[in-house]
């Protein structure tokens, strides 16, 4: 295997959010052995930042669910595929047109922004923008986020996504009622794609491994891929194998296998 390419949150990371030292040193095995290990993130950069000493020789991290590529120990982007303010908005305004009561929050390069009624299941992160939807959208922004304060996630999800159509695409990465919303075309399989092409290594040549419906696009595009044991069963039905927990190491345990 040529490229290792890995989500983060319940693949990657135990549930504490730390790498365990069995899988640093499967990555650092992998490494060594020549292989490119890429993190694959729905994660916005910032939260890339503690994982540098992970990164690998390159760097580089995908965020956004693919539409930010990130140079992790200079803490630059060096690739956007944003999504274009206006399309934004019209989603924005079909979604809260379908979902009465969705709130809305951007990821803009490195900047987090908000309605003033938005609440996230996160910590709000200092220097967040907080502004109308028309104001945060004025832009191009790498993701709009969206969640509801009383549905339950599967009701929410079904319905939000089912008004985005071909304008954008549309994705989640968790248990909560949180929609994520991209450029059209824009995954974690296009980016992924395009820096394995920059680096001259086929589908074939990378094993991906993921846990939630925003990596099915990179399981099912992956020479060979991996559903953690705890993963949602859309990632199940688009990966070619299965791997223990991200609690028991499953990365780490299949990378010591490909790379003994």
């Given at each position: ?36 290990v890429v993190f694959v993130s ?47 908005l019209e989603v924005a305004r ?38 109308s939807l028309e104001e945060l ?124």
């Amino acid at each position: 295997m040529k490229v290792v390419a890995t989500d983060l949150d319940g693949t990657l990371l135990r549930g504490d959010g730390t790498v365990s030292p069995r899988t640093r040193a499967a990555l650092a095995r992998a490494e060594d052995a020549g292989a490119t290990v890429v993190f694959v993130s729905g994660r916005p950069p910032r939260w890339i930042d503690v994982l540098a000493a992970e990164v690998g020789s390159h760097g580089l991290a995908i965020c956004a669910n693919g539409a930010l590529v990130y140079d992790v120990r200079r803490r630059e982007i060096v690739e956007e595929h944003g999504l274009p303010g206006d399309v934004a908005l019209e989603v924005a305004r079909a979604i809260r047109a379908n979902v009465p009561g969705a709130t809305f929050a951007i990821e803009r390069r490195l900047t987090f922004g908000q309605e003033p009624s938005f609440r996230g299941t996160w910590p709000t992160p200092d220097g967040t923008v907080v502004a109308s939807l028309e104001e945060l959208l004025a832009e191009p922004v790498s993701k709009l986020v969206v969640t509801h304060p009383s549905l339950s996630a599967a009701e929410f999800v079904s319905r939000a996504a089912a008004v985005v159509g071909s304008l954008a695409a549309a994705t989640y990465s968790g248990h909560a009622a949180v929609l994520e919303v991209s450029r059209a075309g824009v995954s974690k399989a296009s980016a992924l794609a395009a820096l394995c092409g920059s680096l001259g290594v086929d589908a074939h040549d990378v094993v991906a491994f993921g846990d939630m419906p925003n990596d099915v696009p990179m399981l099912a595009w992956a020479g060979t891929s991996y559903a953690v044991r705890n993963a949602h069963p859309d990632a199940v039905a688009a990966a070619s194998n299965r791997c223990p927990s991200n609690d028991e190491d499953g990365v780490a345990q299949v990378l010591e296998k490909i790379f003994a």
